[in-house]
């Protein structure tokens, strides 16, 4: 755990959508409710849910690429939420958005040059000869030929338009990189190669990511630390490695367990699934929002709302029985091949583990 001010925070951000009266009426929509996180410098940080959780929605509040209903987020220390117009506009060279869909993010009229360069030519003051260097530069470092700067989006397949993107977002030198399921709209075959692109280059130019995705394969590899979403709040947060092996929050718990076992014979997560639907966002259960799908919930859980409490090792969890649960993750179980970097982490957990089980009374 680092002792640095965290790089980005928010503070009880929320989101509604709707409620408004005359002709805006409509139901209000809880995409966000009070969520206060932080994100060090330096890590990967990863935010996992169901589709409609409300993770996209928090992405674009971290960017202030949409107005908070109430609340703060906090960049670098300053408020992005009180900054004027002009101020947002300077500190977005730092700050930069992948999109999930290379295919719509990009201007179809546009050639890739002038794709790359429009970062560069809003963000910095170089010449047209040093923006034709700096492009080619990044053409390199995203694994594309410089040669390829003068085709269109539609002559490249999804994987190389989802580097164009990346070029385009590394263009104006940023600090932050948020990436809302960046490799989800790709064939599987390339998603590895884009999760390892960005893997490398967060090392290259000591960035600090943010992936929103709801493909725990895809967090395992990628992340540093997680936060759990259910119909817009954070239930559980922990580093990547314990959050695997002893999952504290019942709907963690169910995520991982139903993630597919590829082994011959391997008994099919069928019987682990999550039973009935995310609720209605316009309407969320009161106490915890989890109780109408969880197989622990009690009286209480109908009527109290859990908040994150501390459950140490770095991790914090919303469930009034987190304790006094039994924990499945991942252990012993088949699951999907690691990276070397994964192994690693995973390999550094266990020994951490084992030198606490040691010392413990
Ligand atoms: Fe389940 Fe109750 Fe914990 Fe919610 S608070 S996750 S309903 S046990």
New binding site residues.
């Given amino acids: 755990m680092t002792a640095e001010a965290p790089i980005l925070e928010t503070r009880d951000i929320v989101k509604h959508f709707g409620g408004g009266t005359g002709l805006a009426a409509g139901p209000l929509v809880h995409a966000v409710d009070p969520i206060s996180l932080s994100v060090n410098r330096g890590e990967t940080f990863a935010i996992v849910g169901e589709s409609g959780c409300g993770k996209s929605t928090l992405a674009r509040l971290l960017l202030r690429l949409i107005e908070p209903t109430s609340g703060q987020v906090y960049y670098e220390g300053q408020d992005l939420t009180a900054l004027t117009p002009t101020q947002m506009r300077k500190l977005r060279a730092e700050m930069q958005f992948i999109f999930q869909d290379p295919f719509s993010s990009l201007n179809p009229r546009m050639k890739v040059r002038t794709l790359v360069e429009e970062p560069l030519l809003v963000h910095t003051r170089l010449s047209a000869r040093e923006r034709r260097t700096r492009v080619d530069e990044l053409l390199r470092q995203v694994g594309l030929r410089p040669e390829y700067a003068d085709r269109y989006p539609h002559e490249f397949s999804g994987g190389q338009r989802q580097r164009i993107g990346i070029a385009r977002a590394l263009a104006s030198g940023p600090k932050l990189l948020i990436g809302d399921e960046p490799v989800s709209a790709l064939d599987v075959s390339v998603r590895a190669q884009i999760i390892n692109l960005l893997d490398e280059l967060k090392g290259a130019f000591g960035l600090t990511l943010v992936i929103i995705s709801h493909d725990l394969a895809v967090i395992r590899h990628m992340s540093d630390r997680v936060a759990v979403m259910y119909l817009g709040q954070i239930v559980e947060t922990a580093p990547v490695e314990s959050l695997f092996e002893r999952p504290l929050?019942?709907?963690t718990q169910a995520l991982i367990q139903a993630i597919p076992v590829p082994a011959p014979g391997a008994r099919d997560p069928g019987d682990r699934k999550l039973r009935g639907d995310i609720p209605s966002p316009v309407a969320p259960p009161p106490g915890?929002r989890?109780?109408t799908r969880?197989p622990?919930?009690?009286e209480i859980?109908h009527q109290k709302e859990?908040f994150l409490e501390a459950a140490g090792e770095g991790r914090f969890v919303a469930?009034?029985?987190?304790s006094e649960?039994p924990h499945r993750g991942l252990t012993g179980k088949v699951g999907a091949a690691l990276t070397p970097g994964a192994e690693r982490r995973f390999a550094l957990y266990r020994e951490r583990s084992a030198a606490d089980a040691g010392g413990s009374p």
């Fill in positions: 929050h019942p709907y915890c989890f109780h969880c622990h919930a009690v859980c859990p469930c009034h029985r987190w649960l």
